[in-house]
């Protein structure tokens, strides 16, 4: 074999070997996105099964608030169809109703000393307002996930083996433009 011979085919396997490299990288990637994903939606399962107890102390309690019970649960419904579906804009938007029914629950309940001193319903209220917290904190993570995902896939040269074997960009969960914008302070303290 002459040295150009061997020259082309060390080249050859210093491509392939890169390639290789990418696609690995690639694919631990999709698995972090994958990952963080399961970590929301295990909290949200938690969440989901909290929620009918807490909607379940309140009736008891809320004789004239079965409005915000009933947005609570169409839209905890909601959340569970976008998020069996991983459909992130749906998710989205039905989070967003649901922590803003929550949030008129948890206002309507201070004209409810009764259902207020529950001690269910605290530690209802406790742990819901603890994985909410959570579920925030693990969206973040998420959409760094995607984010530094979907870069990779549209890089060069990754963009090339990501094109050949079809790596697909995520969507990241984005929030409704209610979640985002600036807390009226004012109408809070009207609420009470």
């Not at 060390?10 to 290789?20: E, G, P, W």
């Not at 963080?36 to 807490?54: C, F, G, T, Y």
């Not at 998020?83 to 949030?103: H, I, Q, S």
């Not at 406790?126 to 993570?141: H, N, P």
Request: aromatic fraction near 8%; proline fraction near 2%; charge should be negative.
């Amino acid at each position: 074999m002459t040295i150009s011979t061997w020259v082309t085919l060390a080249i050859s396997i210093l491509v392939l070997l890169y390639a290789i490299s990418i696609y690995n990288h690639l694919i631990h990637l999709r698995h972090n996105v994958a990952q963080a994903w399961s970590n929301i939606d295990v909290l949200m399962k938690q969440r989901h099964d909290e929620i009918p107890k807490l909607v379940d102390i309140c009736r008891e309690h809320m004789r004239y608030e079965q409005e915000t019970l009933l947005k609570i649960t169409r839209a905890r419904a909601r959340v569970s169809d976008a998020a069996n579906a991983e459909n992130m804009v749906a998710l989205g938007a039905a989070e967003t109703a649901l922590r803003g029914g929550l949030d008129e629950l948890f206002a309507v309940v201070e004209n409810y000393p009764d259902l207020k001193a529950n001690e269910s319903f605290q530690h209802l209220e406790s742990r819901i307002t603890g994985l909410e917290s959570s579920i925030a904190d693990r969206r973040e993570f998420y959409n760094a996930c995607v984010n530094i995902y979907n870069i990779r896939v549209d890089q060069f040269p990754d963009v090339i083996i990501s094109k050949a074997f079809s790596f697909k960009h995520k969507e990241l969960l984005v929030f409704s433009d209610l979640e985002t914008a600036d807390v009226n302070i004012h109408q809070l303290f009207k609420r009470s």
